[in-house]
């Protein structure tokens, strides 16, 4: 008896519009939760580590100090800088009593979970936001924004970090990375399946961080200061998602395609260290993905284009009905009518990418 390819093709079909119209519906219901605005009373402590970002402090501190939300202290940590990172640091202390400066003398480890331990351990509050010196916010409400679930109920808050916008094809492959990344983190934890999140735009209590035991070999690999901080903790931690469009931090993409292939494997290569389920439900989209091309490749192959060409059509339309909405909730709208070839392209990337990892894993971190 034949493999019914043709069958298997249209099922694959409708379990990646499945898979779409899961993201679409968690993120508006993400979107659609209102958090109340932190109070002034509550003081925040926001931590930011640094290791030669002398031009992006520069550039961002005057946006990120400026919020409406005055109860704060900056913990800004130079993470043993080679450049003027720490002068930049010590010279806004002098303008900002608010501003505290941490200076990391040497690294023991790749990536910055030692200064983000240090950081964390002399913030003087409870409630703790977390951010990069590339970042900018959306908003002069991004601390009341982000820390009102922690004045609340819950211990961790998971925010969206989308990247700017440039010109060019090439801008619109590393959003679109971006953006399923963040679709995969915030529509799995707003289903009760936390199982990661970013740096650029994270909340916490101190309490909830300082209970966190990375594994012992994680310690040696240069990303995973946040995602695996996350892992960890949502088994038992209570966690929110927030996407209020003026809770988003901004930060721009990788100047080029070299850089971010190196900051893409640096990511992955914490994927290991995921528990075994949060690996599992991964693998789906882009294992589905695969097969659903592989199919499509094959019914090319064997004469029934007319078929494959049908069910690819189907698919792209509705893709692009259901994901309309999704990339207009994540500020990435432009990427809506590409999304069938941006989407291709992102299955060639994971394979890549994953078989360099197998290859040879990295370890640095700047």
């Known amino acids: 008896m034949a493999f019914p390819l043709p069958a298997f093709f249209i099922f694959l079909s409708f379990v990646l519009l499945f898979l779409h119209a899961f993201v679409r519906r968690q993120l508006l219901r993400g979107r659609n939760k209102k958090l109340r605005s932190l109070a002034g009373g509550h003081p925040v402590s926001v931590v930011i580590c640094a290791r030669n970002e002398e031009a992006n402090l520069r550039k961002n501190l005057p946006f990120l100090l400026d919020q409406t939300h005055r109860n704060s202290e900056w913990i800004l940590v130079d993470d043993a800088s080679e450049d003027a990172t720490l002068e930049v640091m010590k010279e806004w202390a002098q303008k900002d009593k608010r501003i505290h400066v941490i200076a990391m003398g ?13 950081g964390v351990a002399a913030a ?20 009341s924004r982000m820390a009102a679930g922690l004045a609340q109920e819950h211990e961790l808050i998971l925010g969206y970090a989308p990247l700017q916008r440039s010109k060019g094809f090439c801008s619109k492959l ?27 735009n994270m909340a916490c209590r101190k309490s909830l ?33 927030c996407l209020d469009p003026l809770s988003y931090m901004y930060s721009p993409h990788a100047p080029g395609l070299r850089m971010w292939w190196h900051q893409k494997r640096r990511h992955l290569s914490a994927g ?82 994953n078989l360099s990892l197998i290859l040879k894993r990295p370890v640095r971190w700047k």
């Open 124 to 143: 003087r509050h409870e409630l703790i936001l977390l951010t990069d010196a590339d970042c900018r916010p959306a908003s002069r409400q991004w601390i």
């Open 272 to 353: 290991k260290y995921y528990q075994p389920g949060d690996l599992l439900l991964l693998a789906v989209y882009p294992l589905s993905l695969l097969f659903f091309y592989l199919s499509f490749a094959a019914l090319l192959i064997s004469g029934s284009a007319f078929i494959a060409l049908i069910v690819w059509l189907f698919y792209a339309f509705f893709a692009l009905i259901i994901t309309s909405r999704t990339f207009g909730i994540l500020d990435q709208r432009d990427l809506r009518f590409a999304m069938p070839l941006l989407e291709f392209l992102y299955l060639v990337q994971q394979i890549v990418i």
């Open 209 to 241: 961080y300082e209970c966190y035991r990375p594994q012992p070999a994680a310690r040696r690999i240069a990303s995973g200061d946040d995602d695996l901080f996350v892992n960890a903790v949502a088994p038992k931690a209570r966690i929110e998602v």
């Open 106 to 118: 040497s690294k023991n480890h790749p990536g910055k979970k030692e200064a983000l331990s240090k």
């Open 174 to 200: 590393m959003r679109f990375d971006a953006a399923v990344v963040a679709m995969h983190y915030l529509s799995l934890a707003q289903s009760g399946r936390p199982y990661m999140g970013v740096g650029r």
